[in-house]
């Protein structure tokens, strides 16, 4: 006797995926100011932008795909609300190597379920 297999589809949202994505401060500052991910913008953006405005940070409030520039002070007295990224320099010094291993970071967690038992 055969037995039927059933087969569970998982629906996630996309947004789901969204919040959950990891994202370094060096990718958020090129997503906040559309401009492509590369060391020179990285540098110019960071530096010659945010660093220039003076005393505000990149963060986001609700998910990282979203960033946003507040001023320190309001980071540092709601750190619930107001949420930091990490910056890819400080764990290893090339910034483009650390996008591969982030990307494929996000790729194995935002991969679907194949099945559910």
């Known amino acids: 006797m055969l037995q039927e297999k059933s087969y569970h589809l998982l629906k996630i949202p996309l947004s789901f995926h969204m919040k959950n994505m990891i994202i370094c401060r060096e990718q958020a500052i090129c997503i906040f100011y559309c401009k492509e991910f590369n ?52 764990k290893s010094g090339s910034i483009i190597s650390s996008q591969e291993e982030t990307e494929e970071h996000v790729q194995l967690k935002t991969r679907p379920c194949s099945s559910l038992h």
């Not at 540098?43 to 005393?55: F, R, T």
């Not at 963060?59 to 949420?83: A, E, Q, S, W």
């Open 39 to 90: 060391e020179e913008n990285v540098a110019i953006c960071s530096k010659k932008k945010i660093e220039d405005i003076g005393d505000v940070d990149i963060c986001y409030i609700d998910g990282p795909t979203d960033p946003v520039l507040v001023l320190k002070l309001r980071i540092n007295t709601l750190p619930f609300k107001f949420h930091r990224y990490v910056s890819n320099q400080e």
